[in-house]
């Protein structure tokens, strides 16, 4: 490995980790999104009662709390920073990509860590059943590295503007509807229980689509950061 | 160290702030920024610290005769500023360890305590942030500014927050950091404009 990708993954796990021992110690994104997704969750359970919905709304209602979980917490790694006025600290301490694979890692943990609990909590909610399981967690998985993606760099973005909240919404939704497409149609099939060859499309599409707003958000976060 | 500006312009949507700065710097030097409130000392500062850009102009950074990447420069400055702000919700030793490790890759335990020592306040290292004055937290800023003793620090409104004690402790890094390397001061303090040989009237 050249030194200087060793360099920038050891800021960048620098940056992690200070993100999170931060994060254990005001538990300010984490409170964001648990309390979200579980107000929806069981607003939602209590409102459909016994009844069991047919995976083709099961699926959506699944990245509807998954989505607006991740817009309600993940951005905050970032306006954190401009509001507690650290940002230009931490800009003459590391270099902008290292921050950026810093803050993109804490947000993956985080919300990966968030879904442990919200996934099953929407089964029994929902009293839903996820019929391909090889479906589902790739589904899962590479559909929350998609929004994490999208949730990180936007979040940097409207960090320096007044208007932050709407701005972040307006922006983050049409940049994570490709990924929000493909992983409902794939979640849809993991719930109906279709063989692996059928996903494989929607497989494809959402890890193009994250490793695209990766690359890009790495080639623009400099001119981001740097005012 | 070399430092040149030339040219720096700044405009704020219409509003022109700076104009035409140009000075150069080298090796043992020091530089005061003055000028009226609201001149442009602390955007002056920015643009030379990598934190702003300017509307043109250039800063150039030149160590050993070869020009310092505009992504590498931070390594070589300190910068101390009330717009530079610390982890509130952690301790100081807790910050000091995060930006030790950022800017040099490990944590000198040694250099942070003696730091501490020098500005007062060893013994309090493990207290959050949040609890300190706004004198200690200037000291606190003084103690992450020359852990990796920089090759050009700047102060913008040095003093502001500390006592007496405190003000003749950052007279002693200024003669000090000149002797070796570059200081650029923003100010209007008739005492703090003395520290330095150059002057920048940014008025």
Redesign the interface.
């Known amino acids: 490995m050249p030194r200087s990708v060793w360099m920038l993954l050891k800021q960048s796990a620098i940056v992690f980790q200070k993100d999170l021992h931060l994060e254990f110690r005001t538990r300010y994104a984490l409170n964001a999104i648990a309390m979200f997704a579980i107000i929806t969750l069981t607003a939602v359970g209590f409102s459909i009662g016994p009844t069991r919905l047919s995976a083709v709304v099961q699926a959506p209602l699944l990245w509807i709390v998954l989505y607006f979980s991740a817009i309600s917490g993940l951005s905050h790694v970032f306006i954190r920073e401009e509001e507690q006025q650290t940002a230009d600290t931490l800009r003459l301490a590391l270099e902008p990509n290292a921050i950026y694979i810093g803050k993109w890692f804490f947000n993956v943990v985080l919300l990966f860590g968030l879904e442990i609990i919200i996934i099953p909590l929407f089964f029994i909610m929902m009293n839903a059943r996820a019929e391909s399981l090889e479906i589902f967690f790739p589904v899962v998985i590479i559909g929350s590295l998609g929004l994490v993606s999208v949730a990180s760099f936007i979040a940097a973005i409207i960090s320096l503007a007044s208007t932050r909240g709407a701005l972040f919404a307006v922006l983050a939704f049409p940049i994570a509807l490709p990924i929000l497409i493909a992983a409902i149609h794939g979640t849809r099939l993991a719930f109906e229980g279709a063989p692996f060859s059928d996903c494989l499309n929607d497989l494809k599409s959402l890890f193009s689509f994250t490793v695209i707003i990766i690359t890009v958000s790495l080639l623009l976060f400099e001119f981001v950061w740097r005012k | 160290m070399k430092l040149v500006a030339r040219d720096i312009e700044k405009k704020f949507n219409r509003r022109r702030v700076l104009t035409r700065i140009n000075f150069e710097l080298e090796g043992a030097a020091s530089l005061v920024i003055t000028g009226i409130n609201g001149a442009g000392k602390t955007t002056l500062i920015?643009i030379l610290?990598?934190?702003?850009?300017p509307t043109s102009g250039e800063v150039s950074y030149y160590l050993d005769n070869t020009a310092i990447p505009r992504?590498q420069v931070?390594r070589h400055?300190g910068?101390v500023g009330p717009?530079?702000?610390?982890?509130?919700?952690?301790t100081a030793w807790?910050n000091l360890a995060?930006?030790a490790?950022?800017?040099t890759?490990g944590v000198d335990r040694q250099r942070i305590l003696a730091l501490l020592e020098r500005f007062g306040l060893k013994g309090r290292q493990m207290d959050p942030l949040k609890s300190y004055s706004s004198g200690m937290l200037q000291r606190v800023k003084y103690v992450?500014a020359l852990y990796d003793q920089p090759r050009v620090l700047f102060l913008d409104e040095p003093t502001s927050n500390l006592d007496e004690a405190g003000k003749q402790l950052v007279y002693e890094v200024v003669q000090a950091q000149k002797r070796d390397h570059i200081v650029i001061i923003a100010t209007n303090e008739p005492e703090e404009i003395r520290l330095a040989e150059k002057r920048v009237d940014v008025a």
């Open positions: 920015k610290s990598g934190l702003l850009s992504e931070y400055i910068l717009y530079l702000q610390l982890y509130r919700d952690l807790e995060f930006f490790k950022a800017r890759g992450m």
